[in-house]
């Protein structure tokens, strides 16, 4: 699999400088994440913006970012599947997965999209 590209454009955010793809999911150059939505705490062990899944990462962000088209529920899908992918081992990205789907779970039942 491609790997997302960055680059810095301020603290702690970043922009995609190549289109990223997967599968039928179009990433496009110009694009800003975060990275991964990790709490401070947890940095040294999980870092936000780790290469090790940040492709995954910003499939899931852009997605999110487009919930009316994709969903939430497919975000986290595919999240998963990417994270297995790319390598990432399977305890990990079942963590990751299960942190994504519970927070989903909670943001949905205290909004009312």
């Given at each position: 699999m491609h790997r997302v590209i960055v680059k810095p454009y301020s603290k702690d955010r970043f922009e995609v400088v190549e289109e990223f793809r997967y599968g039928l999911i179009e990433v496009p150059v110009g694009f800003k994440t975060n990275g991964a939505d990790i709490p401070r705490v947890f940095w040294s062990l999980f870092p936000p913006n780790s290469p090790e899944y940040l492709s995954a990462v910003v499939l899931h962000d852009y997605m999110c970012a487009n919930k009316r088209v994709f969903g939430y529920e497919l975000a986290d899908k595919l999240f998963y599947e990417v994270l297995i992918e790319i390598g990432v081992p399977k305890w990990k990205a079942k963590l990751f997965y299960f942190w994504v789907k519970w927070y989903h779970r909670l943001?949905?039942?205290?909004?009312?999209e």
């Open positions: 943001k949905m039942t205290g909004s009312k």
